[in-house]
């Protein structure tokens, strides 16, 4: 079956910096769109970061020059840089797969606060 394990949330202090891992198994990864998403308490879900199949990335304009998305199609592997943290960025974040149908990690939690 997929399985989509995200890690590398916690809690960081505004201005700092965390990366999240997203290893995808049960697909074809190199052939998949991924993305991450969030959702802050009492908000919907929204796209942060999403990367195709193509190496074509697009952000949320709230994350534009601060967060980075790759793929690793060797590791199965999709990555996000959070670079100068905010507040505002604490949720829970999501990785998530289009292949075919659309699947969803368990989710990582990033708390910025000082």
């Known amino acids: 079956q997929v399985q989509l394990v995200e890690s590398g949330g916690g809690l960081v202090q505004p201005g700092g910096s965390l990366r999240l891992s997203c290893v995808a198994s049960?697909?074809?990864?190199?052939?998949?769109?991924m993305g991450w998403y969030r959702q802050a308490p009492g908000k919907q879900r929204e796209l942060v970061a999403g990367?195709?199949?193509?190496?074509?990335?697009n952000y949320a304009d709230s994350v534009k020059g601060r967060f980075t998305i790759s793929r690793d199609n060797a590791k199965n592997t999709v990555y996000l840089q959070m670079d100068s943290l905010k507040p505002e960025d604490t949720a829970v974040y999501y990785c998530?797969?289009?292949?075919?149908?659309?699947?969803w990690g368990q989710g990582t939690a990033v708390t910025v606060s000082s």
């Open positions: 998530g797969a289009k292949f075919g149908a659309s699947f």
């Open positions: 049960g697909i074809i990864f190199r052939l998949a769109d």
């Open positions: 990367i195709t199949r193509g190496d074509s990335a």
